[in-house]
Structures are given as C-alpha cells and as structure tokens.
C-alpha cells in the first residue's frame, strides 16, 4: 500500500454519494482521475484490505433479526462446533474469545423468529448452551480505521 | 418505509457490493432491469429511511495491522446505562458501542464497546482511559481479547441469487 492508497481508503470510509458518478468527488480531492481510484479500490480488494464496497443495511428495517450469541466450548470439540456453527448462512461472522465463553458469533436473518430455531438448533446438536445478548440500543456506528 | 419488492431485487443485486466501474449503478441497473435514475432514486430513499445504514468501504482491518481486537464489556446499573453509552460511545477509539440484553448468572454484563488497536498494550491503555474518564471503576468489567476469526463477511439479508454481477463478484467473500 503506497500513501495514496492510504488516503483512499481513509477517503473512503467517510462515504460516497449516491450518484451517477459515485468516485468524483473522491478522484477530485485526491487529485486522481476516476478510473484511477477503480483500478485501486479493486485492486485493494483482490488483496484482502477491502472486504466489500457497498451498503451496509440495517437488517431489522428490512423485517429481519440481528443478535450476538456465546457459546462455551470446550477446547478439544472447539474445531468441530465452530465448524458446525459457521454452515448456517445465517451466522455473519464468528470470533474465538479470552473468556469462559470462547466462541462468539452474529445471527443475522431476513425475518423474524429464525434467530431462535437457528440457536435452539444448535443448542441441541452441540448439547451446548448457547447464551443470546440481543442488541437493545446501539449508541454509536461507524467502524473506521486511519491508516 | 414498506420495502417493496422492486427495492428488495435492488438490495439483493448490490449484496456483493458495487461494481467497480465509473457509472456502478448504471451496471446495477441493467442486471435488474431498471434505469440508472431509477436505481439511484430508490437508493437514496433506501438510506433516508435508515434500512441503509451506509454506503462505503468495509476495511479488513486485521490485514491493517489492528491485530488486538477487544470487546469491553460493563455491569451497569440500568439506570446509567443509556447516559454512560452515549458517553463512551464519543470516544474515538470506540467503535462500536451498544446496550445488550445481559444472560445473568454467567453473563451480566449490559454494555459492550469494540476497540481495535494495534496491539494489546494500546487497547489496555483505552480502557484504562474510558473507565478513569467516565467513572467506571467497581463495576463489573472483562475485556474479551479476539483469537481466531472463522468468519467475517457483511450479513446477508436476502437470497444470493442475484448477486454475480459484474466481476467484483469473484470478491469479498471471507
């Protein structure tokens, strides 16, 4: 990543605008031409620093579900169960933890009920409580990381 | 705002992103059959309604050299735990911060903040900053240190069908 790769992505992360022509106004600030900041945003993805370019929706104003749940897995089954939680298109992402509860992953569904057959689901073929922290207000959004 | 379903085609063909191109939702358009403006209106709509939260890059940021990924979590009276989230939420180390619904015995906790730093030190030194700053000594507190990421990918809301478009669909899947 040079400098003006890191500016981008900084650029970035504040947004773009819903237009005909979304990168202008980031190629203007960056003294680029669009075709420019194309080719390095799709060249940042191929290389992993990017995950995606595009929305991020609020799953509940769409009619679906969204919530954290934990597990306490013991180490030796740790493999297989996460292996097992990751298959349900529902789990959004999965994360091993420092805690008693070592394994933590998002539910995201389209709509409603789902979150709780999928956790029931894998309560009974894991024989593993699984412990469900709805979300009941976010204070703040906006995951951004200056580079 | 009722979703429709001419908006939902919409939502699932921009699941894998935007195209990478000059005019992406001129591209977008094509694949659902819809004008470019058209596109753009129900987008806008879309965001103003909140159901698009926002519209930008998602930074791997494990890949940017933030290996110490901590989320800190508080006991806090039910009373306080509103004010004090909003509070600590300001912080700009802070990136996310949300109220959770706590499964007590084993886990009481009600307030949850993420910090991602580039190592551990520098994310202890933030909670050590947050709980002097806002008065959150004595109350039950752990910071969960993440190992392994399995998964990472932006929640799906709707049936993959419709997201090949373009070539940017050979990305961005974790």
Known sequence: MDALDRDLVNRLQDGIPVAERPFRPAARELAVTEEEVVARVERLVAEGVLSRFGPMYNAERLGGEVTLAAMAVPEERFEAVSELVNAYPEVAHNYARSHALNMWFVVATEGPGRIKEVLTDIRERTGLAVYDMPREQEFYIGLRFNL | ?174
């Not at chain 2, 001419?6 to 921009?14: E, F, K, T, W």
């Not at chain 2, 947050?130 to 752990?142: C, D, F, K, P, Q």
């Open chain 2, 1 to 174: 705002m009722d979703v429709s379903e001419r908006d939902r085609r919409l939502i699932g063909a921009l699941q894998a992103g935007l195209p990478l191109v000059r005019r992406p939702y001129a591209v977008i358009g094509e694949a659902v059959d819809m004008s470019e403006s058209e596109v753009l209106r129900r987008i806008a709509a879309l965001r103003d309604a909140g159901v698009i939260r926002r519209f930008g890059v998602i930074v791997r940021h494990h890949e940017l050299g933030y290996r110490a990924n901590a989320m800190m979590v508080w006991a806090v009276p039910e009373h306080q735990v509103d004010s004090l989230g909003e509070r600590v939420a300001e912080s700009p180390q802070v990136t996310l911060c949300y109220r959770r619904r706590p499964a007590p015995p084993q886990w009481p906790y009600n307030l949850y903040c993420m910090v991602h730093g580039r190592d551990r030190e520098t994310v202890l030194a933030v909670r050590d900053e947050l709980v002097a700053r806002h008065g959150l000594e004595g109350m039950e507190h752990r910071v969960l240190f993440s190992g392994r990421r399995f998964k990472q990918r932006g929640a799906r809301y709707l049936a993959p069908k419709q997201e090949a478009i373009g070539r940017e669909a050979n990305h961005g899947r974790a």
